[in-house]
T-cell receptor, first 113, second 114 residues
Framework: AQSVTQLGSHVSVSEGALVLLRCNYSSSVPPYLFWYVQYPNQGLQLLLKYTTGATLVKGINGFEAEFKKSETSFHLTKPSAHMSDAAEYFCAVSVTGRRALTFGSGTRLQVQP | DAGVTQSPTHLIKTRGQHVTLRCSPISGHKSVSWYQQVLGQGPQFIFQYYEKEERGRGNFPDRFSARQFPNYSSELNVNALLLGDSALYLC?????????????FGPGTRLTVL
């Protein structure tokens, strides 16, 4: 079975500061990894995904994540936070043959002016 | 192009009642998945349907059922509602059923059980 752990349920950064949201996964087979963002009263929007190939994945809105197999991690980063980045962020994992995404519990990002 | 749509937006029911939630996928998408998101938690997988057949089921009781119609829209039914069923129910559609395909989520139906 797969699982996801997101360290830090709340993260607060200043506008312009580095954003780092942590995600560790557990999977006995090669995983597919995803980051989703959820704004208040909205559904989830895909930021980026890793399936195969290059381990550094670039997504929308300036976000990127690096798949590190040795550390079983897929941390999300953005060099400079913007006020509009304030939202809930979810890391998710799946594997071949499994239809479902397994989500972490989420990290709420606050951006201070 | 329209995204995934869900109806109703909000719903209030009492314990023991049953509820039907509806989802229309993005045009051309044949796969629909349902997730339950309890306040403060990540979404949990309930069902996936592809080409009108159930392709996956999460760890939910038999009170939860779903179906997919020939136009690929879907319904989620929950019988004998419990207080713990209060949650945001999300529908997601994708082109194919494999999980590496991007899933596009709708805005959800907020169900409150009193």
């Amino acid at each position: 079975a797969q699982s996801v752990t997101q360290l830090g349920s709340h993260v607060s950064v200043s506008e312009g500061a580095l954003v780092l949201l942590r995600c560790n996964y557990s999977s006995s087979v090669p995983p597919y990894l995803f980051w989703y963002v959820q704004y208040p009263n909205q559904g989830l929007q895909l930021l980026l995904k890793y399936t195969t190939g290059a381990t550094l994945v670039k997504g929308i809105n300036g976000f990127e994540a690096e798949f590190k197999k040795s550390e079983t991690s897929f941390h999300l980063t953005k060099p400079s936070a913007h006020m509009s980045d304030a939202a809930e962020y979810f890391c998710a994992v799946s594997v071949t043959g499994r239809r479902a995404l397994t989500f972490g519990s989420g990290t709420r990002l606050q951006v201070q002016p | 192009d329209a995204g995934v749509t869900q109806s109703p937006t909000h719903l209030i029911k009492t314990r023991g009642q049953h509820v039907t939630l509806r989802c229309s996928p993005i045009s051309g998408h044949k796969s629909v998945s349902w997730y339950q998101q309890v306040l403060g938690q990540g979404p949990q997988f309930i069902f996936q349907y592809y080409e009108k057949e159930e392709r996956g089921r999460g760890n939910f009781p038999d009170r939860f059922s779903a179906r997919q119609f020939p136009n690929y829209s879907s319904e989620l039914n929950v019988n004998a509602l419990l207080l713990g069923d209060s949650a945001l129910y999300l529908c997601a559609s994708s082109l194919e059923s494999e999980s590496y395909n991007e899933q596009f989520f709708g805005p959800g139906t907020r169900l409150t059980v009193l």
